[in-house]
């Protein structure tokens, strides 16, 4: 892919973000949704509403809030905590960050966290009965499980549309200003920012050596809790989503539509497959298969010597997939955008379970 094609698409994704500010509709979506699930309910995040999804029918179970507030657009990722509460931001302009009880569907707080001045893309990282929210405005905000203030907002900078990432110790994050961040979660200090030379929109994945991050380099570097860094491995254009850790295997994607395999105890190259379109949506590993979304609004599961074992066409002639697929027991759960319908369930072997469109 050219640059101009590179550009076309992100300037259909901004273009995206901005135009899901102006609608009015509770059935508009103008954004691509967010998923998470637990062993009962997907979450998902789309539109106007928030969706909790009967995983065993593919039915509604509830929605959040009762009624469409032009206010409020999800469609960042729902975070589930181990107090059982669902923690969201809103894009909308009352920049409602909000806590939901995933048994009912309502309100946890009594109020929902106002004091951010830009837009929720990012989910939150809970750590230590704590809530650190990323927001576009550059700063992450901190929080206790009630909602409100736990500390001083710690200043980043650039807009931060990734979810930070943990090792238990230190808290990880980057940002689209093209640095790198790494916090002390004890006293929100951060060390030197590193530049990794272009936008990282997804977070990095953890390991015992540090973390792995992609970015619009087109690299993948390896960063330790210390701050050292090196490039690891090199893609043929952007790197949009979360890299997949296997054991000593790395698997990472481009939006030229490369899905790349990378041996990490040898330092090279498995393989590379282009399925049918750009891809921005994370690679996701479950069992001996890989499961990879594309644009052109494909879903396919690859073995890992790289050949299609299945896929399916979920976009039909207008969808897309940009949502990164995620599993919950025996599912794997895909969010299609724009498509006939919002979420679809497949099995391991691509047979449809059910799918599910939110009633008008």
């Not at 000593?248 to 990378?262: H, K, R």
């Not at 298969?289 to 594309?294: E, K």
Request: net charge negative; aromatic share 10%; with cysteine.
């Amino acid at each position: 892919m050219n640059m101009k094609k590179t550009t076309l698409i992100l300037l259909l994704v901004l273009g995206a973000f901005a135009l899901s500010a102006c609608t009015g509709s509770s059935t508009a979506v103008n954004t691509w949704p967010g998923l998470s699930a637990d062993a009962e309910r997907a979450y998902l995040s789309s539109g106007s509403y928030v969706y909790a999804v009967d995983l065993e029918t593919g039915k509604e179970v509830w929605h959040y809030p009762e009624k469409a507030d032009t206010k409020n657009i999800f469609f960042a990722t729902p975070v589930l905590t181990e107090d059982g509460q669902l923690l969201i931001g809103s894009e909308g302009t009352n920049h409602a960050f909000v806590s939901i009880n995933p048994e009912t569907g309502k309100a946890n707080w009594p109020e929902p966290f106002t004091d951010a001045k830009g837009k929720w893309v990012a989910a939150p990282l809970v750590l230590n009965d704590t809530i650190y929210a990323p927001n576009t405005d550059g700063f992450i905000y901190v929080l206790d499980m009630k909602g409100q203030p736990a500390g001083e907002p710690i200043e980043i900078g650039g807009a931060l549309w990734a979810t930070p990432s943990t090792d238990g110790s230190v808290i990880y994050v980057a940002s689209l200003d093209h640095h790198f961040h790494i916090i002390n979660p004890a006293n929100g200090s951060t060390r030197e920012p590193i530049d990794l030379g272009g936008a990282a929109p997804s977070s990095p994945v953890v390991t015992e050596n540090g973390v792995y991050i992609g970015s619009f380099a087109s690299k993948i570097e390896l960063i330790s809790p210390n701050g050292d860094h090196e490039v690891i491995a090199e893609a043929a254009d952007w790197i949009w989503g979360t890299p997949a850790l296997d054991g000593e295997t790395l698997y990472y994607a481009d939006l030229t539509g490369n899905v790349f395999s990378f041996d990490l105890a040898s330092g090279t190259q498995n393989w590379s497959i282009k399925p049918d379109g750009p891809i921005i949506a994370s690679p996701l590993v479950v069992g001996d298969q890989i499961y990879i979304a594309t644009e052109s609004g494909t879903f396919y599961a690859l073995d890992k010597d790289s050949k299609i074992v299945w896929e399916k066409d979920l976009g039909g002639e207008k969808g897309n997939i940009y949502t990164t697929p995620i599993t919950s027991g025996d599912l794997i759960l895909v969010a299609p955008y724009k498509a006939d319908f919002s979420l679809a369930a497949y099995d391991v072997e691509g047979k449809q379970a059910w799918t599910f469109t939110p009633e008008k």
